[in-house]
């Protein structure tokens, strides 16, 4: 193993086992930093000889490649995460990458759906589905996921032991191993119920049939994970935007998200109370839900109001 490739190989495990962070996060860290690995190395430099003048000139050559700004934010964040790892571990005296600027990322706002399009969605999954499992499952998966505003992640791999009891409340593992609680409506837990049901009569009768060990996963599946992927959820949800006549360019799992997110803010829930059920870190990521509605209203406004309406004639 290269001397950098093994410097990425302990980073990610520090990050793992100290940070505790997730696996896509892992992965999203590993690419980035092999990418800017193998620009050093075709210059016959290397994470520990190389300078700020090397990773500028890295980030130039990105922006030069037409990445977005996103995404060269994303890798100037992790060799900055890397460099300050070598600081800590004593194999840079110093951090080449303190004084850096990224290139920031856009203020887009994020894209929801109107309640009624959300009502149509979970009126599509209730029949969606080629026997009663799958639409008392489709029915689950979507009811928790408007209900709770969970990540399609954190959804597809709760475990059944959480939803035992009829719970009110839901206990979730985010990101970075952190546990939250997020309410469920009146629908979603009804059907929770219905499915959960559905899914242990299935379960005894593998058991009895093949002998088959019961699944820790509410939504079981078949693949190596052992619950429903979340690949598996993105290509289910396009089928119920298309039977709700919606575009499926307009509707994913995090949009949803961020539909459940709008519609509590629209209907004078607390912007921190909706931060925790969300798992938000800061505050400020919560906020950008404010720009939303204050981007509706002001189309209200200049669609509806009478003086803006003269205006345009």
Known sequence: MSTDASRISAFLEAQAAEAGAARNTLLAYGRD????????????LGFETAT????????????????????????????????????????RGENPSLRLSGPGRSKALPKTLALTEVE??????????????????????????????????????LPVAAARGNPAMLMVRG??????????????????????????????????????????????????????????????????????GIAPTRVSPHVLRHAFATHLLEGGADLRAIQMMLGHAELSTTEIYTHVLDARLRDLVLMHHPLARKDEK
């Not at 930093?33 to 016959?44: I, K, N, P, T, V």
């Not at 149509?120 to 029949?127: E, F, G, H, T, Y």
């Not at 026997?131 to 928790?144: D, F, I």
Request: aromatic share 8%.
């Open 175 to 244: 990101k970075g191993g952190k546990d939250r609680m997020v309410p469920l409506s009146r629908p979603a837990r009804e059907a929770l119920v219905a499915w959960l049901e559905c899914r242990d009569a299935g379960e005894e009768e593998a058991r009895i049939a093949r002998k088959a060990p019961p699944s820790k996963y509410l939504f079981p599946g078949t693949g190596a994970e052992g619950h429903l992927s979340r690949q598996q959820f993105f290509v289910l949800l396009k089928g119920l935007a298309l039977s709700a």
């Open 120 to 157: 149509a969605l979970l009126a599509a999954a209730s029949v969606h589905g080629r026997n009663t499992g799958e639409r008392l499952r489709n029915a689950c998966l979507m009811e928790l996921l408007y209900a709770t505003g969970m990540r399609v992640s954190e959804l597809v791999g």
């Open 52 to 91: 700020q003048a090397d990773i500028e000139a890295y980030l130039v050559g990105c922006e030069a490649l037409g990445l977005a700004k996103s995404t060269r934010a994303r890798r100037l964040s992790s060799i900055r995460q890397l460099y300050r790892f070598a600081y800590e571990e004593g194999w």
């Open 33 to 44: 930093l092999l990418d800017f690995s193998e620009w050093l190395g075709a210059r016959s």
